[in-house]
């Protein structure tokens, strides 16, 4: 059983910072793309950061220089710092990872449950 577990998540003024992280936890053979998408009331999913195993990262154009993702592949562990925070950052941040199971080698996109970011004063 492979599953991604997101925390950090919360109320923070503009202005403010957050840092996200993201545990896959599970028989996982290899994670190549680990990502945060975030969902906003009434908005589409998008994606919001990703990076690769070798540490090249992409960005949302609404986030970069504000934003940075980072991974730990020992820990299998994503993170978002999440910095100039704005009102309209608040959404729903889901993580999620191409992964490869251990045991049939079987390779599938898996997302968290999520965790709700406002941006408020």
């Known amino acids: 059983h492979v599953q991604l577990v997101e925390s950090g998540g919360g109320l923070v003024q503009p202005g403010g910072s957050l840092r996200l992280s993201c545990a896959a936890s599970?028989?996982?053979?290899?994670?190549?793309?680990m990502g945060w998408y975030r969902q906003a009331p009434g908005k589409q999913r998008e994606l919001v950061a990703d990076i690769r195993s070798g540490g090249s990262t992409n960005y949302a154009d609404s986030v970069k220089g504000r934003f940075t993702i980072s991974r730990d592949n020992a820990k299998n562990m994503v993170y978002l710092q999440m910095n100039s925070l704005k009102p309209e950052d608040t959404a729903v941040y889901s993580c999620?990872?191409?992964?490869?199971?251990?045991?049939?080698?079987?390779?599938?996109?898996?997302w968290g449950q999520g965790t709700q970011v406002t941006v408020s004063s």
């Open positions: 599970g028989s996982i053979f290899s994670i190549y793309v």
């Open positions: 999620n990872a191409d992964m490869v199971r251990a045991g049939d080698l079987s390779r599938d996109w898996y």
